[in-house]
């Protein structure tokens, strides 16, 4: 059970350039998130999904798109790669309202973006 | 949502108990207090959420004040393993509970031998 996956794990690019991040759950979880967190600093959400076909802006979208055709998927792209963007990407994902313990968000090992 | 403060660091004896504050003051009466932590460069670990009763599992207990304005995460016999960032999050409750969550920059937790 491979459970969440992020990829690549690591990757350098240049400014200007576009740059998607994959994140794939085996759990057929309904909500997905990206978040990114910057050196000594909490995670920001980015983007989130409710559902295939489903996307919402988080706290700092500007600069990213997402899509999620398929409910285990839910790339992240820079269209334009800046130097701010340099931070550690985390995706996650969580199971519908019930039960319980659809309360709680998994989170991959994430992805260790810099911008040259 | 509700703003959280949480002091930056703090330092616990292995085997000790460690408990971890947190202000929410301006918290609402539809709002769950969670916590998560996360062990260096790893992702972010759900450890436990409440609304008013004092809740405990595997992992910890949350014990919230009658007021509802501040939380303590208690982690019974902290182990070297438990060194981390912990953050406490508060969100609303219903169908969205536990998405759109805002971390902070959350207590550093050092587990000295």
């Known amino acids: 059970d491979a459970g969440i996956t992020q990829s690549p794990r690591y990757k350098i690019t240049e400014t200007g350039r576009q740059v998607t991040l994959m994140c794939h759950q085996t759990w057929s979880h309904s909500y997905m998130f990206w978040y990114r967190q910057d050196l000594g600093h909490g995670l920001r959400l980015i983007y989130y999904s409710a559902a295939a076909d489903i996307t919402d802006k988080g706290e700092v979208p500007d600069g990213y798109v997402v899509s999620r055709s398929k409910t285990e998927n839910f790339p992240l792209t820079l269209e334009s790669a800046t130097r701010s963007q340099t931070s550690v990407y985390f995706c996650?994902?969580?199971?519908?309202?019930?039960?319980?313990?659809?309360?709680?968000?998994?989170f991959g090992p994430g992805t260790r973006l810099t911008v040259t | 949502d509700a703003k959280t403060t949480q002091p930056p660091s703090m330092d616990c004896a292995e085997g000790r108990a460690a408990n971890l504050p947190c202000n929410h003051s301006t918290i609402s009466g539809n709002e769950y207090v969670y916590w998560y932590r996360q062990i260096h460069s790893q992702g972010p670990q759900y450890i436990i959420h409440?609304?008013?009763n004092n809740e405990t599992n595997e992992m910890a207990s949350l014990i919230i004040t009658e007021d509802r304005k501040s939380s303590t995460l208690i982690l019974p016999h902290a182990t070297l393993r438990d060194t981390a960032v912990y953050y406490c999050i508060v969100s609303p409750k219903g169908e969205t509970s536990g998405s759109r969550l805002t971390f902070g920059e959350g207590t550093q937790l050092t587990v000295n031998p």
């Open positions: 409440g609304l008013k």
């Open positions: 996650a994902s969580k199971p519908g309202l019930v039960p319980r313990s659809s309360y709680e968000q998994y």
